[in-house]
Each structure stands twice: as C-alpha cells, then as structure tokens.
Nanobody, 127 residues
Framework: QVQLVESGGGLVQAGGSLRLSCAASGRTFSRYDMGWFRQTPGKEREFVAAISWNGGNTYYADSVKGRFAISRDNAKNTVYLQMNSLKYEDTAVYYC????????????????????WGQGTQVTVSS
C-alpha cells in the first residue's frame, strides 16, 4: 500500500510555471507506475501525464504535450509535474495516482485503473 501527498499548487499568471510534487510513503514506491490527473467542477477526472516505475516511459495528454513534464526520483519517493506556459484552461485540482503495471497494461490514461490517490492540490491560472 502507498499513501500519496501532493504539494506545489497555487495561483500563477498565464504563461507562468509551477512544479507539483507528489510524495509517497512506503518502501515500494519504485514498483509503481505513477500518473497525474486533473479535475474541474462538474467534469470527470482527466488524464494529464504518466510515468513508468523506472522513469523509462512517459505519456502525456495532447493538451499538455510540450508544456508539461513528468519525472520521478525513486530515491526520494517523489514524482513531479513541471508545468510551463500555463494557460487559464489548466486551472484544476491536480491529483497524483499510483498503480502497478498500469503502463504495461496500456491503461495509464484511465483514472479507474489506478489503485491509490492523493488528496489533490489546487492550481489556478489567472488570465
């Protein structure tokens, strides 16, 4: 089992940058593929990015490709989401999630297939 805690959200102007962090508890963090999702009121949770357990594979939603970068540091039990060139439409609550073998299964984009979730961190981009 793993517990996840996000941080790094806040208010930023359009065009600015933020880096989100997701700290995981437990000694088995390196076994898990990790994902970032986001959600706005009244909408379903949306896939943002995912990274394999060893960092060798990364995936992005088309809406953030070229602007966001996911990375991980298994020694620190932490996954990051670097967000650049932020847009108003990036405003959302951002969640990190963990699951084993989800990249291998090809289901990394599906929120329903992740086993563990953090509580979320708010990102607000002012236009």
């Amino acid at each position: 089992q793993v517990q996840l805690v996000e941080s790094g959200g806040g208010l930023v102007q359009a065009g600015g940058s933020l880096r989100l962090s997701c700290a995981a508890s437990g000694r088995t963090f390196s076994r898990y593929d990790m994902g970032w999702f986001r959600q706005t009121p009244g909408k379903e949770r949306e896939f943002v990015a995912a990274i394999s357990w060893n960092g060798g594979n990364t995936y992005y939603a088309d809406s953030v490709k070229g602007r966001f970068a996911i990375s991980r540091d298994n020694a620190k039990n932490t996954v990051y989401l670097q967000m650049n060139s932020l847009k108003y439409e990036d405003t959302a609550v951002y969640y990190c999630a963990a699951s084993s073998s989800i990249v291998y299964s090809g289901r990394y984009y599906s929120s329903r297939d992740y086993a563990y979730w953090g509580q979320g961190t708010q990102v607000t981009v002012s236009s």
